[in-house]
């Protein structure tokens, strides 16, 4: 009896020390897979040789897997390097180019031309004005796409910009005899001051463009809990609401103002840099009232 007591107890013994074995060795495993994930999110992850009766064959899995994510990893910072070299290229080279053409353009309608001659350098001009903006719209947004040129949201009121993009707006404004009204605001929000005038002008030189002489552009900042929005409300014909899921695409152009200067990429970049600071972009229009393009960004 005595015996069976004793097999009995070493049976025990003998499987709590192979529960305590197993435990220990999956508490290794499980480090082991948290060094190399630690490892891979540092950027600084390297397969070693593994011993299978060490390491699971999971835990290899995944170092194999991780490797791959490195070379991946590097292979993305390669092509993004490239991709701004390419940039950086053209808009280098096409700026040299674009503003001869814009000088001799100047210079040759300060000549004695005949009038036909004169109407065609002041559509040299203007085409060559609208390439430059072109090239410059297309280096931002791809800047911004590849994630190059990064956003810096900042807590700031947001007076000074909408003040400053309207000054940008008010000479066209001012040309066509509409009204410009931006409304008082004590509100800040976080974003990044330079890309927010540049989507907030983008909006405004849109509403000044396609709204009729004589109309109005205001510009207001409403508060919300989380989110301050800017509204660039306009007298314009409107937009039909088949058409707007699709302003906001890149040169997506309405065959309503299809005989309007335009490359229809303005709103696009709104959207990407809205999108770049956590906030977003939407519209309200119907033909015949008007449109509000709403830019909405956040607080906290």
Known sequence: MDSLYLLAILAILAAAAVVVWDRRRLRQTLLGLDAMLDEAIRG???????????LSAVETKLAHYLSASAVSARNLQAEKDAVKALIADISHQTKTPIANLLLYAQLLEEQPLPEGGRACAAA?????EKLRFLIDALVKTSRLETGILALHPKLTPLQPTLDSAARQAAPKAAVKGISLTVEPTAESALFDPKWTVEAVYNLLDNAVKYTPSGGTVTIRAVAYELFCRIDVQDTGHGIPEAEQPRIFQRFYRSPAVSQQEGVGIGLYLVRQIAAGQGGYVKVLSSPGCGSTFSLFLPKT
């Open 124 to 128: 040299l001009e203007a085409q060559a």
């Open 44 to 54: 600084d992850f390297s397969e070693s040789h593994f011993d299978e009766t060490l």
